[in-house]
């Protein structure tokens, strides 16, 4: 089907943006984002959460939305200094319909529907606008290499993926906004909370420790959430109203409510609209409250209500499934490369075609022998890592430089040198010095017990930053008229 496709498209974009491939469980709180998602207060949109503006449409930035019936569009939310109108909603919300439509997905009532819409637009919104002031930009260049990979994905050109969209509604122009946003927003989470999370030697230590001494197979569960979120700074009659609403959710799905619409209509998180869905994940990559309990189920059933400082979780149990313990231990052999590289960088005074050619030049010099290639690293080269080594970049595992880096080196012999490969950080040669094999089994087990670690901090550090963003943030809903 074309709606399904242009899911497909739109769902390898938030991919290509989201470079975590496993995703914190309930990413987006009252104060986190997601593309289709939505996060909510218990009210409706002109009733504000604490800490944002009332609902007065003779205040806040911009004059009231006018009632004249000649009027196209109108403000439904100020979020600081820009606004979110009536008409970004309605298309927003027309998205998530067609998509739900096409998955066969119940719809929540429209009013809840709107309602988490238009929260995570302010998200959204907040984010961007915090991303610009910290000086984050994407240049047309740099976006349109993502939007090639996003077609590469699809096996379309980008041509043939525009065409495709545009029969099924959606301006391209505004697709390329929607990305341009998204690497915004991953480069501010990367800034914010990602480079900041730590984990030490002596945690993956105790962790592997751990994990040998429970002895048992590992296993992974499919699981769905709803969450209840409790405000930055709730007063404790705040809790209990939130508590509340989380009992009644339970108490529907007691009753026999379908999950998936119960989740769509009340959750908080961001893959509310997806019906609550997170899809398989490693039991022990979960926060231990979540795991003790889903250990109790069985597939098809759902958790107690589960508190944390976040909110009110209650997690489905949709499967499970053991992982096999051996292919953890299977030998893990993989190709180091040595390599060196000159990189330039197109600039005002520089541009790209001049360095092409300049690297060009350099080129022919090694390659006849009238200059080495340290000389011309350490002379023209403008990585500041590798320059004093002549360009040297050590043993290097897969995945360490960008793919089409990698790509032009694995195609290289040894001491041969490359052409000019054009990545996000410039222009570069490439040389292949040393190629050898290495047993990283150990080293396998260590980085992924460090990616478990991380993962779990990222998850709540993240958590938490979203919120202080979106509660910073200044909001004022207009009444629709």
Known sequence: MRTT???????????????????????????????????????????????????????????????????????????????????????????IVQRMRAQNAQLPPQADLERQVIEAM???????????????RVDDRMLDAAIGRI?????????DMRNQMEKEGMAFAAFREEIRNEIMMQRLREHEVDSKIQV??????????????AAADRIEVDIAQILVGIPANATPEQIAARRARADEVMRQLRTGAD?????????????????????????????????????????????????????????KL???????????????????????????????????????????????????KAATFEDMARQNSQDNGSVSKGGDLGWLYPGDVMPEFETAMAALKLNELSGVVETPFGFHLIQVLERKSEDV????????????????????????????????????????G
């Open 5 to 95: 496709r242009l899911h497909q498209l739109k769902l390898a974009a938030a991919l290509l943006c989201a470079l975590t491939a496993g995703t914190a469980l309930g990413q987006a709180t009252p104060a986190s984002t997601g593309s289709a998602g939505a996060s909510a207060s218990s009210s409706a949109p002109a009733t504000p959460a604490t800490g944002t503006a009332p609902a007065n449409p003779g205040s806040g930035f911009l004059p009231p939305a006018s009632s004249n019936a000649n009027v196209v569009d109108a403000i439904r939310v100020v979020v600081n200094d820009e606004v979110i109108t009536r008409n970004e909603v309605t298309n927003r919300v027309a998205q």
């Open 259 to 315: 999950f998936a619409k119960v989740a769509a209509t009340y959750s908080d998180a961001g893959d509310a609209l997806k019906g609550g869905a997170i899809g398989w994940r490693e039991a022990d990559r979960l926060p231990p409250i979540f795991t003790n309990e889903l250990r109790k189920l069985s597939a098809g059933q759902v958790t107690p209500v589960i508190k944390t400082n976040v909110g009110f979780y209650i997690l």
């Open 441 to 480: 089994t150990a080293q396998k087990e260590r980085n992924r017990a460090r990616q478990v670690i991380r993962e779990r901090k990222l998850g709540e550090a993240f958590e938490d930053w979203a919120r202080e963003v979106r509660d910073r943030a200044y909001v004022e809903y207009r009444e629709e």
């Open 200 to 213: 030490s030697d002596a945690e993956v230590d105790t962790f592997l420790a751990a994990e040998k001494a």
């Open 318 to 368: 949709v499967d499970k499934r053991s992982l096999a313990s051996a292919a953890a231990q299977e030998q893990a052999v993989v190709e180091q490369t040595r390599a060196r590289h000159i990189l330039m960088k197109a600039t005002p005074t520089m541009p790209m075609a001049e360095v092409k050619r300049k690297l060009e030049e350099i080129r022919a010099k090694i390659d006849s």
């Open 122 to 136: 302010i998200v959204e919104r907040a984010q961007v606008q915090l991303a610009k002031e910290m000086g984050v």
């Open 151 to 159: 077609a590469q994905d699809q096996k379309l050109s980008v041509q």
